[in-house]
């Protein structure tokens, strides 16, 4: 399969179109397609919040967070390979394309995010096979953590300098 038929499944996925999870989930060079959507997802949502140095950060931040989606998943019973997992939900990133137009980008990335939230959680359960309940958890774990360690940071800052967190 081409590159730009992966790209036509992959928006299909976006939908819960099976097939298309099934055609770009059996693609030969589903990982190379992966890490070019994700380089490109860098671009064009670099652009589209006119933040250069995002087009570094976010595939980093997507291979990661597909990494640990992918133990816990495992963790929890989960079927497929590394690849398959981070093949599939990287190529499904190219929603992200979407956030290209400048400016308006900024709003279209977090509505997008949210989407893709979703996205993943189908993913997950139809990649790993994993109940639609354990996928929830796999996709939303990491952000719960991150959030809770940043509730936390806040908290031991406040306690070490309370004036600075605290009007005047």
Do not use: C
Request: charged share 10%; aromatic share 14%; proline share 4%.
């Amino acid at each position: 399969m081409s590159y730009w038929s992966n790209v036509k499944n992959a928006f299909k996925i976006a939908i819960f179109d099976d097939k298309a999870l099934n055609a770009v989930a059996k693609n030969k060079d589903l990982v190379n397609y992966g890490i070019i959507t994700l380089v490109l997802v860098g671009i064009a949502t670099s652009l589209g919040m006119l933040m250069p140095f995002m087009f570094i950060m976010i595939p980093m931040a997507f291979f990661l967070s597909i990494g640990f989606n992918h133990l816990i998943a495992k963790l929890f019973g989960g079927k497929a390979s590394f690849s398959d997992y981070f093949g599939v939900l990287s190529n499904a990133t190219v929603i992200y394309w979407l956030a290209v137009v400048p400016l308006l980008g900024a709003v279209l990335v977090n509505i997008i995010g949210i989407w893709f939230s979703v996205i993943s959680v189908y993913i997950t359960h139809k990649v790993h096979k994993l109940s639609v309940f354990k996928s929830i958890i796999v996709v939303f774990l990491l952000p719960l953590l991150v959030v809770l360690l940043m509730m936390l940071l806040v908290a031991f800052l406040g306690v070490l300098n309370p004036q600075g967190f605290m009007p005047v």
